[in-house]
Structures are given as structure tokens and as C-alpha cells.
């Protein structure tokens, strides 16, 4: 899922930002333009993430929550200073 966001978020962010449409046809020519010339020199996305990592992350993230003691998220009273 993250490699389709990866793309879409390159369409948006080289293309459709960088200029308005007066309809949705100017809008489907930018884009079919766009993926036209990406693909003349396309290159592939890498995933660079071992399975260790990701396994060792989302051991981290289930440890987070059991840690959480109750009442911690409430806000701090403050201290008056005394004068």
C-alpha cells in the first residue's frame, strides 16, 4: 500500500500542484502526460525494509501501549512558585 501512495504522491506533488484545470479532461490529459514521461525512464521503487526490522518495530509498538499507566495522559497541575 505504501508504494501506491509513493506514486500517487509523486503525481501529485510533480503535476497536479504545480497547476490548475479548467475541467476534469485537462485535468486526465495532465496526468496520461505525466505517466507518459515517467514511464520513458521509469525506475522502480526499492523496498529497503528487512523483515527483522518490521518485526522488531511492531514488537516496539505493542510494548508502547502495555507501558502507558493509567491517569499519565492527564494534563500536569502546575507548581505555584512561592514567593
Known sequence: MNLIERC???????????????????LITAIEGFL???????????????????VAKL?????TPEQVQPGCTLPKSRKRKSS
Open 8 to 26: 500517487f504522491t509523486g503525481l501529485t506533488n510533480k503535476r497536479i500542484r504545480r497547476d490548475s484545470f479548467v475541467s476534469v479532461a485537462a
Open 36 to 54: 507518459t514521461a515517467w514511464n520513458e525512464n521509469p525506475k522502480p521503487f526499492v523496498w529497503t525494509a528487512t523483515v527483522d526490522s518490521i
Open 59 to 63: 514488537a516496539r509498538c505493542r510494548q
